[in-house]
């Protein structure tokens, strides 16, 4: 019948304690844990925040965001010399080696590697950790000796 797929996440890696803790405040009341979805909107004020769904709204003195790193696009690159660069490409997202070199434009292929894992999310939504910055690091040192030979994959958004 085959398999079917899963989505996995490593839990483990959260320390058991901070989850203890957690899950302790948030039964005693003092913490309340919401999943929003998609559809929300988020007012952050100098004393509250307030978050609006369609059916709620809910107000805050404390709100830890908690939502993690968004994926980042071409438009959001803080150097503008190489934002301006990459605009005229077309691309929304960095088109990169499997060093972690940019592809495009051409004048600058293979010459500037480009990590930050912000515009990675795309292809790799859960890359985090020291682990992760290890192996791009390593990629990225071998791109010194020897040019990238093809592309990063780059899943669709119905892939992910």
């Not at 320390?15 to 844990?33: C, F, K, N, V």
């Not at 939504?125 to 010194?144: D, W, Y």
Request: with cysteine; hydrophobic share 40%.
């Amino acid at each position: 019948k085959g398999f079917a797929r899963v989505f996995i996440d490593n839990y483990a890696a959260i320390p058991s304690e901070s989850i203890r803790r957690l899950l302790a405040l948030r039964e005693a009341g003092i913490i309340h844990i919401l999943a929003l979805g998609e559809d929300y909107e988020m007012e952050i004020n100098e004393s509250r925040t307030v978050l609006k769904t369609e059916d709620n709204s809910y107000s805050f003195d404390v709100f830890i965001d908690a939502r993690g790193q968004r994926p980042l696009k071409v438009k959001d690159i803080p150097f503008p010399g190489l934002r301006e660069q990459l605009q005229k490409t077309g691309d929304e997202i960095p088109d990169v080696g499997e060093d972690y070199t940019l592809q495009q434009p051409e004048d600058i292929r293979g010459r500037v590697a480009f990590g930050a894992l912000p515009w990675l999310m795309h292809d790799q939504p859960f890359v985090q950790g020291l682990t992760a910055c290890a192996e791009i690091g390593e990629a990225m040192a071998q791109a010194v000796v020897k040019p990238a030979s093809r592309a990063r994959r780059r899943l669709s958004f119905d892939q992910m």
